[in-house]
């Protein structure tokens, strides 16, 4: 039978030279994790991540760079995550950042 017409109930066909392009950066982030300074392969992977990863970073990141780049990254989709850091982190300097962030953010 000929793929003439799509069918939504059928699962997307997997593109080999994606599912390779994906292996290969796996493999190089993981190789990167191992030899290579953590806090300094996080802090690059922020520029290329989800905003919902950045988030995660802004709140949790176990390295203080990581949180503050993180914080800065985080745009006006984000605001409600800054509000949070704010309330939750006080006068700390996540929350400072945080609270920074929202006044850039607002002009």
């Known amino acids: 039978m000929g793929s003439c017409c799509y069918d939504p109930t059928e699962p997307p066909k997997l593109d080999n030279r994606a599912l390779m392009r994906e292996q290969i950066h796996y493999d190089e982030l993981v190789k990167a994790l191992f030899t290579e300074n953590p806090e300094q392969v996080l802090l ?23 949180r503050i780049r993180a914080i800065s990254l985080l745009d006006s989709k984000s605001l409600g995550t800054l509000e949070r850091l704010v309330k939750k982190e006080g006068d700390t300097e996540f929350g400072l950042a945080a609270l920074h962030r929202i006044e850039a953010l607002q002009e």
Not at 44 to 66: G, M
């Open 44 to 66: 690059r992977q922020l520029k290329q991540s989800s905003a919902y990863l950045r988030e995660l970073a802004a709140l949790n990141a176990h390295y203080p760079a990581v």
